[in-house]
């Protein structure tokens, strides 16, 4: 079975493309998503899982967010061969503030327009496109919410906020907590974002949409999941209180993981303290 990650140089994708010893498609390796005639080698493959995305929440960055997120990966599905397999990696942060009505989010929660930047909405659109090529062209396709998923740091990569502040707190270096470390966020380890991706590979499923991420289970404040790491390493945390959360971003996001369980039987299998761990 032959497999290509998009975006497999980044931050994710050096570890995902390790998991599954696949191939890397990137503009670190000559390729790009946007370019026509490029996008036409993803044919050859069984499996793409799509992390390509430009991740820039600034307004000066819309029309490349949706140019990349949306056409961009219409761009891949359109070129996939029939009965190939197909996983966006789309975002939890389409939800924006309605989360904050969950006490675990469901795919059913709501994800009408409060704020939220051109990255949310270019994934939310990007999911769209990619339910309707894949169906047109018979791709399996699977659509991944997907929370914090966290990993080593790599070569020429910004980290994720959890890797940060592991970095930040080997360093000694002061972290910026909002609302003093206030907020909830459930937490992924990259391998069992992984093996989410299996998954669905060896599923039965033609199609699928599901929230991804560390679930009740691994959900954490991030005062205390500070406070974890500096105990880990015996080093005290340098906390500084960054204010509030812009309005659009919720307090408390942690993923219902119901309908991957049930239809995937998958589950996060890294626990916190285990993953934390593997990053210092």
């Not at 490349?64 to 190939?84: D, H, I, M, Q």
């Not at 399996?140 to 994720?160: L, Q």
């Not at 890797?163 to 609302?179: A, D, F, M, N």
């Not at 060896?202 to 699928?208: E, F, K, M, R």
Request: hydrophobic share 40%; net charge negative; with cysteine.
């Amino acid at each position: 079975m032959k497999i290509l990650v998009t975006g497999g140089s980044g931050y994710l994708g050096t570890h995902v493309c390790r998991f599954f010893n696949a191939d890397d498609f990137s503009r670190r390796t000559g390729h790009d998503i946007l370019d026509d005639e490029d996008v036409r080698a993803v044919a050859d493959y069984d499996v793409v899982i799509h992390l390509a995305a430009h991740l820039d929440k600034d307004p000066q960055a819309a029309e490349l967010c949706f140019r990349t997120n949306a056409e961009g990966a219409a761009n891949v599905v359109k070129n996939l061969k029939p009965n190939a397999a197909f996983i966006y990696a789309s975002t939890k942060d389409i939800y924006g503030s309605h989360a904050n009505l969950h006490a675990q989010v469901s795919e059913s929660c709501a994800t009408d327009y409060c704020g939220q930047t051109a990255l949310e909405w270019s994934k939310l659109i990007g999911e769209r496109y990619v339910e309707y090529f894949a169906r047109r062209n018979d791709v399996r396709a699977c659509i991944f919410r997907m929370s914090t998923v966290y990993a080593r740091p790599s070569d020429g990569n910004e980290s994720g906020f959890v890797t940060h502040y592991v970095e930040s707190v080997k360093r000694g270096q002061p972290i910026h907590l909002p609302l003093d470390g206030q907020p909830i966020r459930d937490i992924l380890h990259v391998d069992d974002f992984s093996r989410a991706c299996q998954a669905f590979i060896d599923s039965a499923h033609t199609s699928g949409l599901y929230n991804v991420g560390g679930g009740m289970q691994n959900s954490v404040g991030l005062r205390e999941l500070v406070t974890m790491v500096g105990k880990q390493i015996e080093l005290e945390p340098v906390i500084v209180d960054a204010g509030p959360l812009p309005p659009n971003v919720p307090v408390r996001y942690v993923s219902d993981l119901t309908k991957i369980r049930e239809q995937l039987g998958w589950e996060p299998q890294i626990g916190i303290a285990e993953g934390l761990r593997g990053l210092l």
